[in-house]
């Protein structure tokens, strides 16, 4: 069974951080893209940040560029997203999902069609 398990959201004040966690099973991780898709309250699922587990390249939109890092542990089956200077236009519900399709451009896997497993979510919500 497939499972993407994301964990680490909370609430925290403007200017701080979050570690959002996404563990994975099931299939094979290594050979997987995992993107990491967030949504507020009456706006489109949006993009953030994107790893390439089999050669390790990295996305970020530019909203949270310079910010935001996502990393992976193979052999965790794990992919981390740092958040850093966080701001109140963070808030947002955070999804992890898996995709197994090849693309050379990353700009696909901001498409949240592009992906095959999604987790449950964690809500992250920033203060002013």
């Known amino acids: 069974e497939v499972q993407l398990v994301e964990s680490g959201g909370g609430l925290v004040q403007a200017g701080g951080s979050l570690r959002l966690s996404c563990k994975a099973s099931?299939?094979?991780?290594?050979?997987?893209?995992i993107g990491w898709f967030r949504q507020a309250p009456g706006k489109e699922r949006e993009g953030v940040s994107v790893i390439r587990n089999f050669d390790g390249d990295t996305y970020y939109a530019d909203s949270v560029k310079g910010r935001f890092t996502i990393s992976s542990d193979n052999t965790k089956n794990t992919v981390y997203l740092q958040m850093n200077s966080l701001k109140p236009e963070d808030t947002a519900v955070y999804y992890c999902?898996?995709?197994?399709?090849?693309?050379?451009?990353?700009?696909?896997?901001?498409?949240?069609?592009?992906?095959?497993?999604w987790g449950q979510g964690t809500q992250v919500t920033v203060s002013s």
């Open positions: 999902a898996a995709s197994d399709k090849y693309y050379s451009s990353n700009n696909y896997y901001t498409v949240a069609e592009t992906y095959r497993y």
């Open positions: 099931g299939f094979t991780f290594a050979d997987y893209v």
